[in-house]
């Protein structure tokens, strides 16, 4: 009977041992089969800059669309879950889609929570986008802000994230100013 005892433990630990493991590389695969297989969307941003003490400097974004159309906006709550078609508007900017409580059988959606909704019958709720921080090196995050806001306050100038959106996933890939990489913007502005 003493025998038992130390295979089961060995069992459990080898166990817990594979799930401690398995956890994390099965979220990198995910977000990474989104990069690579997910469609793109182009989201229209209004950047704030703000500072996180565990993960550094990045450029918070707030997002042009973040209403969802809905049949009857009372049906749901704060914090609750909801899946959001994502389209391709005639501006060539994502657009966000209806809110269901169910998962849609075709199509791109988010999986996201509400924010605020209307005590009305119908209209519209407003959801949380699940990628609202561009993580960035520390030294070009506030510059890149600063072009960020500059951009978004010309009318001749876009600032948008390009998001890779997979079933309900979203991974955001770049922050574009004029259909440019943050990055590669930034060095051609620091340049002229």
Known sequence: MSSTKPTAMLWCFCVLAVA????????????????????????????????????????????????????NSAAFSRRQVVYVGVEVGTN??????????????????????????RNTQNGQIRVELPFDRFYMNEADAPEAERQVRRAGRR????????VRVRAGMAVLEDLYIEDKP????MKQASEE
Do not use: C
């Open 92 to 117: 060539g900017y994502a657009e966000l889609g209806e809110a269901t409580t169910t998962r849609p059988s075709e199509g791109d959606y988010l999986r996201t929570h509400v924010t605020y909704r």
């Open 182 to 185: 943050i990055l590669e913007f």
């Open 20 to 71: 401690q493991v398995w956890v994390p590389l099965s979220m990198i695969a995910r977000r990474e089969a989104t990069l690579r297989k997910g469609a793109a969307y182009k989201f229209l941003t209004r950047p704030v800059d703000p500072y996180d003490a565990f993960r550094g400097r990045f450029v918070r974004l707030n997002f042009e669309s973040t209403q969802a159309n809905t049949t």
């Open 155 to 162: 009318e001749t100038r876009s600032a948008y994230a390009l």
